[in-house]
């Protein structure tokens, strides 16, 4: 299965994809971790993206196209992932087409986990995490809303929508009953 992860800071992509990519057997593929990973090791690509993240901003496409780009080439990938993180630009929608498509294969679907501003943020500023505080948190929804929104619409006939306000567990059962229910 080919699947993206699609959802505000703070719904739970990264610990869903983690338990679903077990489940489904396929790679959980996460550009924060990669960016994150980078980052710990001072790789240049990693001390740029450090600063965008800080700040709550995207790191540029180019930069991020070419880092998945070059993951999805890994052996592992090829029988399926689970992309969690990317797209998250239309701009980035588009190369993961063009990138599949000269594969010749497609997504399956795009899980959207959809849970309230007000439920996320308490979750966030638990977690702790560098760009975890109020203001870079604030600014992560708005590039939310205003890029990563639109993909919604642009993967309309692929969406599938979960409610992702429960216990984790809840929301894992609620994913895979969706992802069976595809034809
Ligand atoms: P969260 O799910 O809480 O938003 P992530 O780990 O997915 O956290 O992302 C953290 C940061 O990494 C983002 O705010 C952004 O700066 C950078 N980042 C992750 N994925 C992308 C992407 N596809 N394009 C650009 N920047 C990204």
Redesign the pocket.
Known sequence: MRIVLV?????G??TQAGLLSDKLGVPHI???????AHGDQATQLGIQ?KR??????????D??NAM?HQRLLDPDAQAGFLL??????VA?ADALSACLQEYGVKLDAVLQLEVPEEVVMDR?LG?G?D??NKE?IHR?FE??RNETAPLLEYYADRLVTVDAVGTIDEVTARALEALQALP
């Open positions: 959802g505000p800071p703070g719904a992509k990264g996460s550009t924060g971790d990669l960016f994150r993206a965008y993240m800080d700040a709550g901003d995207l790191v540029p496409d930069v991020t998945v969690d993180g990317f797209p998250r630009t980035q966030l977690r995490r760009d975890d870079v992560r590039v939310f």
